[in-house]
């Protein structure tokens, strides 16, 4: 192992509640390849992988706690071996992408392997805090960000670093090229790599690539209308990405949600959790962002297609199957009418999408050129709540945190929702977020005002 050590070693001071200072000792970046010859060959991504809104990589953090039953195996050389054996079948990410005329994405199914990093971090799973929410500030020393490794095209597709912990912990952190696969594709991959890191001989649910299953029709027709590629003028001053950036979690827990219900009349009172959060929180957000009361708003939120079709999409399909309907509303009326309309909005765009609506996208997809989703006053929403990501096992148990590494992987327009305990003990949701100081400042005081106004036996911030 010493042989690999990488020349150079970094003393890194991380920004937390408790300013952790600690030391990371990485090997030299290794390719992995697959433990058996793999068919060479080029497979087409589908039309909805290579939209724009998928070509970028997310990165990814699985938290472990040491078990004393394992302390004779290394974390890396098992996780290092479990990968080799999962190339095989999921040997397409073992190769680099390519761009065809039309901006069409390959896979160069060329066996030219994932990178692989062992690192060792001179700290404790305790030090790194009680609550483990995104973003965690330390990620870059985590997944070293190895020198043109991030590219789209012609860079390996998966990264992988395994921190061990002096506790006997480690961290796995992942970077993966988005248009490979979805969060419920991610999911797969990364559970099927802990059944063979625990000794399967093959994953349990088999991969499924038949990307032509969404490919565009010949000829396209494009049957609905889809405001979330609207080309939109930036005319709001009020710019995300400008001045001192904050960041806070908001916990919505059965207190937070009864409050929100009160809200609500009769007939909303079954929407879902998500669907309740979605709106109250777009709301706040717009309000807090629009310097212009007649600015139009937008909330995209990811829905996943596989039981829109008929038949499905084969069980153990990896590839992209998400749509991005929009609700749309000027900041007035979010500020002005009551939370239903916004929740009513949500609840219409959702009902849009089936079949032919996701058909309808793959071809508008292809007619405009792949175009990203409009990113112009558009809050970016996704729900990781049935993702478990947590329970994935390596053979040390279930990740004490498991899914994204940082608050949104879209320029600060969105944010996860993520399941969370908080320290009460009390089940729910949290948002991590990351604003400008001066429209967090606006943001907390609107859904303050909103959770304060029907609260009667106590009084309870969001912020955890």
């Known amino acids: 192992m010493q042989n690999r050590v990488h020349e150079f070693e970094q003393i890194n001071m991380v920004k937390s509640n408790n300013c952790l200072t600690f030391k990371v000792r990485r090997c030299m970046p290794e ?11 080029l497979k087409p991504l589908s039309d909805i992988d290579d939209q724009d809104g998928c070509r970028f990589q997310i990165p990814m953090i699985q938290i472990y706690r040491g078990d004393p039953k394992m302390k004779n ?15 095989v ?18 896979v160069d199914c060329s066996g030219q392997g994932v990178l692989f990093i062992e690192a060792d971090v001179d700290g404790t799973l305790d030090q790194f805090g009680e609550t483990l929410v995104p973003p965690f500030p330390f990620f870059e020393e985590l997944l070293y960000d190895v020198p043109g490794s991030s590219e789209i095209l012609d860079s390996p597709l998966l990264l992988v670093q395994v921190n061990r912990l002096s ?4 961290i796995i952190a992942i970077r993966i090229n988005h248009t490979m696969c979805d969060g419920q594709g991610m999911l797969q991959f990364m559970t099927a790599l802990g059944e063979m890191a625990r000794g399967a001989s093959k994953p349990s649910m088999l991969p499924v690539w038949q990307r032509e299953l969404l490919l565009a029709r010949d000829p396209p027709r494009v049957t609905h209308t889809h405001h979330e590629y609207d080309e939109v003028a930036n005319s709001n001053k009020s710019n995300i990405s400008m001045g001192e950036m904050v960041s806070k979690s908001f916990f919505f827990g059965p207190f937070e949600m009864s409050i929100l219900r009160r809200y609500l009349p009769t007939h909303l009172q079954s929407c879902t959790t998500f669907e309740v959060v979605s709106a109250a929180v777009w709301r706040c957000r717009s309000v807090a962002l629009s310097s212009n009361p007649e600015e139009c708003m937008r909330i995209i939120f990811p829905v996943n297609g596989r039981s829109k079709f008929k038949p499905h999409i084969p069980v153990g399909y990896y590839g992209n199957c998400v749509v991005v309907p929009v609700a749309l509303a000027t900041a007035k009326d979010l500020l002005t009418k009551p939370l239903e309309y916004a929740l009513e909005l949500v609840l219409k765009a959702k009902s849009y999408v089936n079949e032919e609506y996701i058909r309808s996208t793959i071809d508008l997809l292809v007619t405009k050129g792949r175009p990203h989703f409009t990113s112009i006053n558009t809050y970016f929403l996704t729900d990781l709540t049935q ?6 096992d390596f053979g040390w148990g279930k990740a004490m945190y498991g899914g994204p590494a940082v608050e949104d992987c879209f320029s600060r327009i969105g944010n996860f ?10 089940s729910g949701v949290v948002i991590p977020m990351c604003l400008p100081k001066s429209i967090m400042e606006k943001f907390v005081k609107e859904l303050d005002n909103m959770l304060m106004k029907n609260a009667t036996h106590r009084l309870h911030t969001p912020k955890l």
Do not use: H, Q, S
Not at 387 to 392: M, Q
């Open 31 to 41: 390719l992995i390849y697959p433990a058996e010859p793999t068919p060479i060959e």
């Open 73 to 87: 195996r290394n974390p890396a050389i098992v996780i290092r071996e479990a990968l080799a054996k999962l190339l």
């Open 89 to 106: 079948p999921y040997y397409p990410f073992a190769g680099r992408l390519r761009e065809c005329p039309g901006r069409k994405l390959v």
């Open 167 to 170: 506790c006997g912990g480690f």
């Open 387 to 392: 993702a478990r990501f947590n329970d994935i």
């Open 417 to 426: 929702y993520l399941p969370f305990t908080n320290k009460r003990g009390e």
